[in-house]
């Protein structure tokens, strides 16, 4: 069984909506666009080197029809080697509509979604799950993810899609290595999904030194 890989960025208020540009998700949101800015080469390589080992993009619609409309154009540019990659691997789309699937190799899950993911996750070693942040809400809710990679952005919009909107279920996860911070202020921290479910305590039981 293979590894569901979730990418997302996020300002410090946790919104997760359009960070790539002005068009990716504009209703009702005045910031879209707002990581240009922020973006910076340690974050461009710590993106970069978070796509290794993808053979696999589960995707929502929304960000299929943003990069189906993209990547295809962008061989030989600067971003080839993404480009090369997203247009190689199979992509799995998530959408209770018919979107266009004229981007190669792509598939439409059916309307059986988790078992849909559960199949996918089956046939490949790394998905990888990029925006999205519909179909993000569904995999957290029915803990169909094993990774996370968060990059938080040192803003605070107010307004927007959250990352963990509501239905999100408690879990616990597991900081897979020290955070690492961007010259810009960005952070990028890495998790797995860990077992069971939130503990709660007494903060000032004796054992606690207060």
Partial sequence: MGLIHIELFATLDLVGQAPGGPDEDPEGFPYGGWQAPLIDDVTGRQVGAAYEGTDALLLGRRTYDLFASYWPHQKGGPDNEIAELFNRVP??????????????????????????????????????????????????????????????????????????????????????????????????????????????????APDRGV
């Fill in 91 to 204: 992509k799995y789309v998530a959408s209770r509509g018919e979107p266009d699937l004229s981007w190669a190799g792509s598939t439409l899950l059916g309307p059986d979604l988790a078992g849909a993911v559960r199949d996918v996750r089956e046939r490949h070693e790394h998905v990888k799950v990029v925006g999205s942040l519909d179909l993000v809400q569904t995999l957290l809710r029915e803990r169909l993810f094993d990774r996370l990679d968060l990059w938080l952005h040192p803003i605070t919009l107010g307004v927007g899609k959250k990352v963990f909107a509501d239905g999100v279920v408690p879990a616990r996860l597991t900081l897979l290595a020290p955070p690492a911070a961007g010259p810009q202020g960005t952070v990028y921290l890495r998790y797995a999904l860990a077992g069971g479910t939130p503990a709660t305590g007494d903060m000032s």
